[in-house]
């Protein structure tokens, strides 16, 4: 059998440098799973479903409409605050909207003329109006991803885990669960 004796610290007790090891080891620890998920559910409620991103070379978010681009404009405005930029892309796309709508040439008897070539140019504005949902939640995605993947969130998650550390910064919460585990009972044999 051998002992071993092995002192353990918390991630706030390390020193600057085991800090900063134990950082660049988790850099994904807040992204290692769907940290999207809330990003996805909060489009989907504004009618928005996104269908992949890429933060990397790519960079680009994919989206579609549920039901409708009116559909989608109401949601946002109705629980979107006035400052985000999803809000501020909709109140553009209503302007947009409203502005070719009552600007678009009538007959004598009050009624739209040329249909097609205003539905061909409110078309034009619903497909405008998607990319820049799209882009803003691009945008979204990125600043969230920066957030979780910053020093201070990470250290944050470390820290409200409680996980163990050697003191040079490596985890060590494993060897600490294991010192608490009890032996295996052996059976006697007769």
Same mark, same amino acid.
């Not at 092995?6 to 390390?14: A, D, R, V």
């Given at each position: 059998?051998?002992?071993?004796?092995?002192?353990?610290?918390?991630?706030?007790?390390?020193?600057?440098?085991?800090?900063?090891?134990?950082?660049?080891?988790?850099?994904?620890?807040?992204?290692?799973?769907?940290?999207?998920?809330?990003?996805?559910?909060?489009?989907?409620?504004?009618?928005?479903?996104?269908?992949?991103?890429? @933060? =990397?070379? !790519?960079?680009?978010?994919?989206?579609?409409?549920?039901?409708? %681009?009116?559909?989608? /404009?109401?949601?946002?405005? $109705?629980?979107?605050?006035?400052?985000?930029?999803?809000?501020?892309?909709?109140?553009?796309?209503?302007?947009?909207?409203?502005?070719?709508?009552?600007?678009?040439?009538?007959?004598?008897?009050?009624?739209?003329?040329?249909?097609?070539? @205003? =539905?061909? !140019?409110?078309?034009?504005?619903?497909?405008?109006?998607?990319? %820049?949902?799209?882009? /803003?939640?691009?945008?979204? $995605?990125?600043?969230?991803?920066?957030?979780?993947?910053?020093?201070?969130?990470?250290?944050?998650?470390?820290?409200?885990?409680?996980?163990?550390?050697?003191?040079?910064?490596?985890?060590?919460?494993?060897?600490?669960?294991?010192?608490?585990?009890?032996?295996?009972?052996?059976?006697?044999?007769?």
């Amino acid at each position: 059998m051998k002992t071993i004796q092995l002192n353990l610290y918390h991630f706030s007790e390390l020193s600057e440098r085991a800090q900063k090891k134990a950082l660049a080891d988790h850099q994904d620890f807040n992204v290692s799973h769907s940290w999207w998920d809330w990003l996805y559910a909060d489009a989907e409620e504004a009618g928005l479903k996104i269908t992949g991103f890429d @933060l =990397d070379r !790519a960079c680009y978010c994919n989206a579609e409409f549920i039901h409708d %681009a009116i559909y989608t /404009a109401t949601q946002v405005r $109705l629980n979107h605050g006035e400052k985000t930029e999803t809000m501020q892309v909709t109140v553009a796309f209503w302007e947009r909207r409203d502005h070719t709508v009552n600007t678009w040439t009538r007959d004598v008897h009050g009624e739209l003329e040329n249909a097609e070539e @205003l =539905d061909t !140019a409110l078309d034009s504005i619903e497909d405008d109006y998607l990319k %820049a949902m799209s882009i /803003a939640y691009l945008r979204l $995605l990125d600043k969230v991803y920066d957030e979780l993947t910053s020093d201070g969130a990470i250290a944050e998650s470390l820290t409200a885990n409680k996980y163990w550390f050697t003191s040079d910064g490596k985890i060590a919460t494993r060897i600490d669960r294991l010192s608490t585990e009890k032996e295996p009972s052996t059976a006697s044999g007769n």
